[in-house]
């Protein structure tokens, strides 16, 4: 089962930046869609952005604008650029993706904690 690893999270002011790098195990050319996912203590996941192996994208409307979603399949990453954040943007961060048959590819990692101060 591929391993998936994510970085780039920190404390950032509101109108900040950061970019989330998610480094897999193997090869990603194949997974049909990779996203990245955010998590709020209570609340269930949501899926903030996603893309397919042919560059499709898509974007909860929340971030929409100022969040970008990218694939470098020879480097096995999928970066998330995180523009305009907000406070309401603060929560653990996750990357996971999901084969032909909707499955996931693999186990949620611990994630990068993102947060955003007013």
């Known amino acids: 089962q591929v391993q998936l690893v994510e970085s780039g999270g920190g404390l950032v002011q509101a109108g900040g930046s950061l970019r989330l790098s998610c480094v897999a195990s193997?090869?990603?050319?194949?997974?049909?869609?990779m996203g990245w996912y955010r998590q709020v203590p209570g609340n269930e996941r949501e899926l903030v952005a996603s893309?397919?192996?042919?560059?499709?994208?898509n974007y909860a409307d929340t971030v929409k604008g100022r969040f970008t979603i990218s694939r470098d399949n020879a480097k096995n990453t999928v970066y998330l650029q995180m523009d305009s954040l907000k406070p309401e943007d603060s929560a653990v961060y996750y990357c996971?993706?999901?084969?032909?048959?909707?499955?996931?590819?693999?186990?949620w990692g611990q994630g990068t904690q993102v947060t955003v101060s007013s």
């Open positions: 893309i397919t192996n042919g560059g499709n994208t």
């Open positions: 996971n993706g999901r084969n032909q048959y909707w499955l996931y590819i693999a186990s």
């Open positions: 193997r090869s990603i050319f194949n997974i049909h869609v």
